[in-house]
Structure formats: structure tokens, C-alpha cells
């Protein structure tokens, strides 16, 4: 197909090839500084990762990160958009306003949370101080960082939901609450029968699309905690940068990176099924 | 009479004088709905403030302990220094934005041109297992990019594009590919395939019907495409960081994350550049605010 075959050899060149590439780096002790030829050593890569205490670390932290992540991000941007949907005047500059941190690279966003979290004189300890409260380093303590990471990421990422979340919500006919307040229905009656049940699937579509990009995170944490205090802050995705870029183990980060994307396969296709159903249904 | 929980939170300040509030408890709970709402975009907007109000302050007071909040002197020192070197002659980073403009520019018409014909076929022909097809395409996007970076990273070491615009640009155009063809094809399914066909019966080929029946309807949805992808380029940081290293070939965004680290951080510079930075996305996101939805979750979710 000749429109169609230059976009797919592009995708094959770029996307396919590179992978398939690290598949077989996955399978070798194959370092990119060493050089030399690469030894074939079946499986050991495969087996030395999912074994490894380092690894299940990193697993454990990048769940806490994607639960408490999504999960704040789930609340806080449903609670805003349902609140907006609520309103008659001003929807389109609140939602516009409500939007501006979703828009950021998360290039700015970490930098900038870095300095309004410093612990000497970000705005927030200053905040915190002028209320009468103690300091708190929040990128320098282990328990505080990871929770400064969520935080970080639901700031930006609360939008998103909101925004999906508020077209829901606007699309919920009109009639169906006329009804249900001939029929006298509670407030809460109306919410948890009508306007839950029909925002739900497009809610989850967002939830999902939230995951997976969560579970990749990568550049947030490289700008605002490097990973640290200690390995604190380590996602899946950090540990695989640092296995190949500082430690120079290619085949390791290799094995590490397939098994990243396999986990990516599944969710992806458990997003697209979905998206699927809901698009046909 | 049933007492929503909202109702039951929004009586709770006024519970003084009970028979007013229930009298107005419509009007009481709509305050305090306002009230929320104007607390939570304080909340949301104060980074973006306090950003832009660092960029504009003297050094002594960005590092002021309490923070100043408004009596500070107001400076455009900073601004001048993301443009222009203490020793005269253009900054590092004004060279680093006029790269971003670059890749992010020639990547955004190339995936454009790639993705637009495809995006047509795949909503025009009957194209063996479309679905697969698509789902791969949009499967392609999902990759974890420090996944990604490594086996691009020894490619590229071999054909020599390592510290080289092409090789952003093409990694760049790889990534719009799919964002392009899944956003267009909805725009393309909303214009009708009829169309084509009365073209054709008029004895026009199938590319001519395209090229001057479609595609000048279709001029608005490729722009809105067009910007989407621009900011992703524009925003990209994880294979600017990794596949570049040189100030002449550095874009943006690695330019701006380097300005850290070191003893001291002039956050004043960063904060500028910071607003240098996302001020054109933030126009961009505007002018396609129609689309946001499509254009955030990659085409997927139309409304």
C-alpha cells in the first residue's frame, strides 16, 4: 500500500528493528564501552533480573508511585471537573486555567518543583514556616521524596483526567436528571445511577492511559530527585538508565528493558480492548 | 427531604443559623462550590506564578527567606541572559531553542506528510487486519522511551547520528508517526467517503478526489495534528538528553535541565528560560483547546 508503507517502514526502522535488537543484546553479555564480541548466555540476563532484591525494590517503589499517582490524580481531577460541569458561567476559562500544568514539559515541572521544594528557601518550607509549621526536606528524606514525586506528578497530571472526566460528565443527557427529579431522586441517587455508571468508562479510558505512562516515568524523576535519597525514589524505568548508562551492563538493561515493554504489551492491550469496546458499544 | 453528602459537607460552616441556610441552601452550597473551586486553581496555577514571578526578580530576593511575594524589584536581567552571553554574543541556550525549533519543526512536517496519506488509506481502503495494524501503530507509542534510548542509542553510534539533529529528528518523526495517523483518521472518518466517490464518477482519479475534495477539509484537523506533535517534539527530554551532548546540536529542554547541578543554580536564569520555554506551547495548546481531548490521549478518545 503505497500510502501506508512509508509511515510502517519508519515505525519498523525506528520502533521494530531497535527492539528486536535489544531482544538479542537481552540474551548476551554484550557491554557498549567493553565492546568485543557478545557472549551468548541464553537466559542468565532474564533469570539475574527477576531474582534480583535491587529489581523488586525498584518494582515495589514504582507501584507506590503509580497507585498513589493515578489513584490522587483520579479523585482530585473527577472532584474538579464534576465541580466545573456544575457551574454555568466561566467553564471554558476555568477549564483553560485548570489546564495549564498538563501543557508543561516535564522538563519545566521538575525543575521548577525542585526549587519550590528546596529545603533552605523553596516557597513551600517558607509557606509551611509562616503558618508556624516545621520545615520539611522533602527531596533530601526517603518517605517525604516518593511522596514528593506523587505529589509532583498528580499536580501535573490531574488535568488530564479532568479534562476526559468534564467531557463525560458534559455528555450525560440532560433528560435523564429531569427524570430522575420528577421521580424526586436524591442528589446522591442521581449521581450514583446516572452520572457514575456513564462517566465510568470513559474515566477508566483516562485511569488506563494514566498508568501506563506512570509506569514509564522516567524524566521526572532524572530532574527532580535523581533517583535518591539512596534508591528511594528509583522507578523501574530510572533503575534500566542507570543498569545501562552507568553501569555499562547493555545485555542486563537489555533483558530489563524487554521485560519492561513486555509488561507495557499487555497493559496496552488491555487499553486498546477496552477503548475498543467502548467505541463500538 | 434526602441530604446529598455535598449538601451535608456545605451545611456544615453555617450550621448557626440552620433555617437561612436551609432556606438558601442551594445558593449556600453554590458558594462554597465557587470557594473550592477558586481554592483548587490557586493551588493548580501557583507553581506557573511563582515561576513567572522569579523570572522577573533580582537574585536577592528569588533566595529571600521568608519568600517575597510581592515587594520585589522587578528585573528583566534574566530574560537577557537566556538570549545573550555575559561575554556578548548568543547564549548557549538561545542556540538551544533555535535547535528545538528546528527538530521539533522538520520532525512535525515529516510525520505530517508521513502520517496524513496513511491515516487516509486506513480510513478509506479495506486494508488487510486494519485493527492489528492500528493497534501495533498506537502500540509503537507506548514504548518506554529510556527503553527505547538504548538500542537507538548503539544504532545510531554506528551510522554516526549520535550528537546529530537527523537523529532526533528521525526518532522525533517515529513517535508523531503514530500520534499523527490515529488522530487524523478520525478526522478523516468524519469527512464523507462520498464525496470522493462522486469526484470519481466525475472521471477524477482516486488522488485527484483526494488532493481536491478532502484534503482542503481536512486542513483544520492536520493543523490541530500538526500542533500536537509540535509540542511533544518541542517537550521531549529523554532522547534529547541521552543521543545529544554538544551545545551546537542540544535542544531545549536537556539546555534547560542543565542549568542545574553544579554548586550553585541561578534559579532566576531557569525560571526565565522556563517561561522562554513553555510560553509558545501554552499559545499552541490554546489555539487547538477544541482538540485537547483527542490530542492528549493520542487520537484515541474523540469527543
Known amino acids: 500500500m503505497a500510502f501506508i508503507s512509508p509511515a510502517m517502514l519508519l515505525l519498523l526502522a525506528m520502533s521494530v528493528f531497535p527492539l528486536l535488537w535489544a531482544l538479542y543484546l537481552s540474551f548476551t553479555d554484550y557491554s557498549a564501552t567493553r565492546g568485543g564480541p557478545a557472549n551468548f548466555i541464553g537466559f542468565g540476563n532474564y533469570t539475574a533480573i527477576l531474582t534480583s532484591a535491587q529489581v523488586h525494590t525498584r518494582a515495589l517503589t514504582t507501584l507506590i508511585y503509580v497507585v498513589g499517582a493515578v489513584g490522587l490524580q483520579t479523585v482530585l481531577g473527577f472532584g474538579i471537573a464534576y465541580l466545573i460541569s456544575r457551574r454555568t458561567h466561566g467553564r471554558g476559562v476555568l477549564t483553560t486555567l485548570f ?3 498538563m501543557m508543561l514539559s516535564p522538563v519545566v515541572v521538575g525543575l521548577f518543583w525542585r526549587f519550590m521544594l528546596d529545603a533552605q528557601f523553596g516557597v513551600v518550607n517558607s509557606m509551611l514556616g509562616s503558618v508556624g509549621l516545621g520545615q520539611v526536606e522533602w527531596l533530601t528524606r526517603q518517605r517525604t521524596a516518593l511522596l514528593s514525586l506523587i505529589v509532583v506528578d498528580t499536580w501535573q497530571w490531574t488535568p488530564f483526567i479532568m479534562l476526559i472526566a468534564l467531557a463525560g460528565l458534559t455528555a450525560v443527557p440532560k433528560y435523564l436528571y429531569e427524570a430522575a427529579s420528577i421521580d424526586r431522586a436524591s442528589e446522591w441517587f442521581r449521581f450514583r445511577t446516572i452520572t457514575l455508571p456513564l462517566v465510568w468508562p470513559l474515566l477508566l479510558i483516562a485511569v488506563m492511559f494514566r498508568a501506563i505512562e506512570a509506569f514509564r516515568l522516567f524524566d521526572l524523576v ?8 539512596g534508591v528511594s525514589t528509583e522507578t523501574l524505568s530510572f533503575h534500566i ?19 519492561m515493554v513486555l509488561v507495557v504489551i499487555v497493559l496496552t492491550q488491555f487499553y486498546l480492548r477496552y477503548l475498543n469496546k467502548l467505541k463500538e458499544g | 427531604m434526602a441530604v446529598s453528602v455535598d449538601e451535608a459537607v456545605s451545611t456544615g460552616p453555617t450550621r448557626d443559623h440552620t433555617p437561612p441556610a436551609r432556606r438558601l441552601g442551594g445558593r449556600g452550597r453554590s458558594v462554597l462550590e465557587v ?10 496555577l501557583f507553581p506557573v506564578l511563582w515561576m513567572i514571578e522569579t523570572s522577573i526578580k533580582e537574585n536577592r530576593d528569588v533566595y529571600a527567606i521568608p519568600a517575597k511575594f510581592f515587594d520585589f524589584k522587578i528585573t528583566l536581567e534574566h530574560y537577557k541572559d537566556v538570549f545573550v552571553d555575559p561575554d556578548g554574543g ?6 538551544a531553542f533555535l535547535n528545538s525549533v528546528v527538530v521539533a519543526g522538520v520532525s512535525t512536517v515529516l ?8 491515516a487516509w488509506a486506513y480510513s478509506r481502503f479495506a486494508v488487510k487486519a486494519k485493527k492489528d495494524q492500528l493497534f501495533f501503530i498506537l502500540s509503537t507509542r507506548f514504548m518506554p522511551p529510556v527503553v527505547v534510548v538504548v538500542p537507538i542509542f548503539l544504532m545510531y553510534r554506528q551510522v554516526g547520528l549520535i550528537d546529530n539533529k537527523l537523529g532526533l529528528i528521525l526518532i522525533y518523526t517515529a513517535f508523531n508517526v503514530p500520534f499523527t495517523i490515529w ?8 469527512v464523507p467517503a462520498e464525496y470522493e466517490d462522486a469526484a470519481m464518477l466525475d472521471g477524477y482519479t482516486r488522488l485527484q478526489a483526494f488532493r481536491l475534495f478532502t484534503l482542503p477539509l481536512l486542513v483544520p484537523g492536520i493543523a490541530a495534528t500538526a500542533v ?3 509540542i511533544f517534539s518541542w517537550n521531549e527530554f529523554v532522547f534529547a538528553t541521552f543521543l545529544t551532548s554538544s551545545d551546537d546540536v542540544r535542544t531545549a529542554p536537556p539546555a534547560i535541565a542543565g542549568l542545574i547541578g553544579g554548586t550553585t543554580t541561578d534559579w532566576g536564569l531557569v525560571a526565565a528560560a522556563s517561561v522562554v520555554f513553555a510560553l509558545p506551547v501554552l499559545v499552541f495548546a490554546y489555539l487547538v483547546r477544541k482538540h485537547l481531548i483527542a490530542g492528549v490521549t493520542l487520537g484515541a478518545v474523540r469527543r
Open chain 1, 99 to 101: 489546564l495549564v500544568p
Open chain 1, 222 to 229: 532524572y530532574i527532580l530527585t535523581n533517583g535518591g535519597p
Open chain 1, 241 to 259: 538508565y542507570k543498569v545501562a548508562f552507568l553501569g555499562f551492563n547493555t545485555g542486563t538493561a537489555s533483558a530489563y528493558g524487554i521485560l
Open chain 2, 35 to 44: 470557594a473550592l473551586l477558586t481554592v483548587l486553581a490557586v493551588v493548580m
Open chain 2, 90 to 95: 548568543r547564549s548557549a541556550l538561545s542556540v
Open chain 2, 111 to 118: 510525520a505530517t506528510v508521513l502520517g496524513v496519506p496513511a
Open chain 2, 183 to 190: 488522530m487524523m483518521k478520525g478526522f478523516v472518518d468524519e
Open chain 2, 228 to 230: 500536537f506533535a509540535l
